[in-house]
């Protein structure tokens, strides 16, 4: 494992529910990481191809357009989209975290790619539990999603939004060591900023280790399209909260709002063994003879067939 990792949180729009187009954006920036010299990039929330606003501020009845829109643009995996993300992130040289739209059969899931540096897809997590209007969209994962990865830069985990909200996936991830952790969010929700700081920097000290949040910024052109929805004053441009936070909970870049950009820093693992050394979560400062978690890793079916 190195000692110092170069990380990026980019933060910015989509090209509202066009998959190609968005896919092209997203290969453009994780090659202009990879060029500043980045060895893992994040990207927001459901990026490819956006977050479905209009289930927040529309009235149900009136999505259908909406929802069939997000079908049709959703990404499979594997499909030509992952093999274009895959294809950039090996230009670049790069391990990145994209957040999806992804489809399998007739349900969409809020989910996170996982892409090597050699273009290898790492594997995928799903959002454990769409939040509030979300669950109008998107389906729910399970104990597959609360895994972590090995990578020569240390123990790569991640989680969605108001998944950091539960102590128990939060120590899913922390208790098998993870090092340098991926927030995403959908970005253009200004009165969750809050919330996002409180979730990351906490987060870091949690875990004694490194947080790269990532969130999408909201465009005119987005509530515009949303039409009456959009323009009721519920949404406002701008609105991201980017940053990359040390297990102390410092800031090491960020936030950034409202404007598109690549945050990047240089993350010393040495801060990491400084914490440990006082709060080792799922260490020394563990009592499994108290209190320990049980993961169900089964994968959730409908349909199993024996034979004789």
């Not at 729910?140 to 108001?162: E, M, N, Q, S, V």
């Not at 919330?195 to 949040?213: G, K, P, S």
Request: glycine fraction near 10%; hydrophobic fraction near 40%.
């Amino acid at each position: 494992m190195t000692t110092t990792v170069r990380v990026a949180a980019a933060q910015m729009a989509p090209v509202f529910l066009d998959r190609d187009a968005t896919v092209e954006k997203t290969c453009r920036a994780m090659v202009e990481a990879g060029r500043n010299g980045a060895q893992l990039v994040a990207f927001p929330e459901t990026f490819v191809p956006g977050y479905p606003y209009w289930a927040l501020v529309l009235d149900p009845l009136s999505t259908r357009h909406w929802s069939r829109r997000l079908f049709e643009q959703s990404v499979e995996i594997p499909s030509p989209a992952t093999e274009a993300l895959c294809g950039a992130a090996r230009e670049a040289g790069v391990y990145a975290v994209v957040g999806l739209d992804e489809r399998e059969g007739g349900t969409l899931y809020n989910t996170q790619l996982f892409i090597g540096p050699g273009g290898e897809t790492m594997g995928r997590r799903r959002k454990l539990v769409p939040t509030s209007q979300e669950r109008m969209v998107w389906g729910r994962g399970d104990g597959r999603d609360l895994t972590t990865f090995d990578t020569p830069h240390g123990k790569l985990g991640a989680l969605i939004c108001y998944e950091h909200s539960n102590a128990l996936y939060r120590y899913a991830l922390i208790a098998q060591g993870e090092e340098i952790h991926v927030a995403n969010w959908p970005g253009g929700l200004p009165w969750i900023n809050g919330i996002i700081d409180a979730a990351i920097r906490h987060y870091a000290f949690e875990a004694q280790a490194f947080v790269v949040n990532s969130t999408a910024v909201l465009t005119e052109e987005i509530i515009a399209a949303l039409g009456s929805g959009g323009s009721a004053g519920r949404l406002k441009p701008g609105g991201g909260y980017s940053a990359i936070v040390a297990p102390t909970g410092r800031f090491l870049a960020g936030p950034v709002e409202d404007q598109e950009t690549i945050l990047y820093a240089d993350c010393d693992f040495g801060l990491i063994a400084d914490m440990k050394m006082i709060v080792d979560s799922a260490g020394h400062y563990a009592r499994p003879d108290v209190v320990r978690l049980v993961v169900n890793r089964a994968a959730h079916r409908p349909l199993e067939t024996t034979e004789d």
